[in-house]
T-cell receptor, first 114, second 117 residues
């Protein structure tokens, strides 16, 4: 069985500061990794994903995440956050081989302050 | 891009009644759809996997007789909460994917808020 751990439930940060949201996973097989963002009272939006290839993946709005197999991590980073980045961020994993059943972490609330 | 739509976005129902939530894939055929439940300030918990034309596969602890799932076509899955009670109040989200395989993408609906009074 696979599991996802997001150690930080809340991360406050000032605007234009860098941020890292941590995600660790455990699985006995190869996995696909995802970060989703959820704005208040909305559904989930895919931020970025790692399926294979380059271990560094980027989103269109400046976020990036790096797959580290040895540390079983997939931390999300942004060098300079904006107020509009305030949201809940979920890390998720699905088993490699085509499975689409996602296991989610408990989420990290990113709060960007002026 | 692909879109998954849920309806209704918000629903309030009386205790003891049933309510149906629809999940539609608008521009692609979804052989598999997933239903998740999210309590306030908590993560998403998978309830069941819905495959077109067959019975849904429920996760451990989810009452299949209470949460009826139907996936009658490649673009529509429905979740019916039967004999709803206040503890069923939650945010329900569906997801749909293109046929299984590396690189496939999972799309989420906007979610449906259910409040049982």
């Amino acid at each position: 069985a696979q599991s996802v751990t997001q150690l930080d439930s809340q991360v406050p940060v000032f605007e234009e500061a860098p941020v890292e949201l941590r995600c660790n996973y455990s699985s006995s097989v190869s996995v696909y990794l995802f970060w989703y963002v959820q704005y208040p009272n909305q559904g989930l939006q895919l931020l970025l994903k790692y399926l294979s290839g380059s271990t560094l993946v980027e989103s269109i709005n400046g976020f990036e995440a790096e797959f580290n197999k040895s540390q079983t991590s997939f931390h999300l980073r942004k060098p300079s956050v904006h107020i509009s980045d305030t949201a809940e961020y979920f890390c998720a994993v699905s088993e490699g081989g085509g499975g689409n059943k996602l296991t989610f972490g408990t989420g990290t609330q990113l709060k960007v302050e002026l | 891009g692909a879109v998954v739509s849920q309806h209704p976005s918000w629903v309030i129902c009386k205790s003891g009644t049933s309510v149906k939530i629809e999940c539609r894939s608008l521009d692609f055929q979804a052989t598999t759809m997933f239903w998740y439940r999210q309590f306030p300030k908590q993560s998403l918990m998978l309830m069941a996997t819905s495959n077109e034309g067959s019975k849904a596969t429920y996760e451990q602890g989810v009452e299949k007789d209470k949460f009826l799932i139907n996936h009658a076509s490649l673009t529509l899955s429905t979740l019916t909460v039967t004999s709803a009670h206040p503890e069923d109040s939650s945010f329900y989200i569906c997801s749909a994917s293109t046929p299984l395989g590396p690189g496939n993408t999972i799309y989420f609906g906007e979610g449906s808020w259910l409040t049982v009074v």
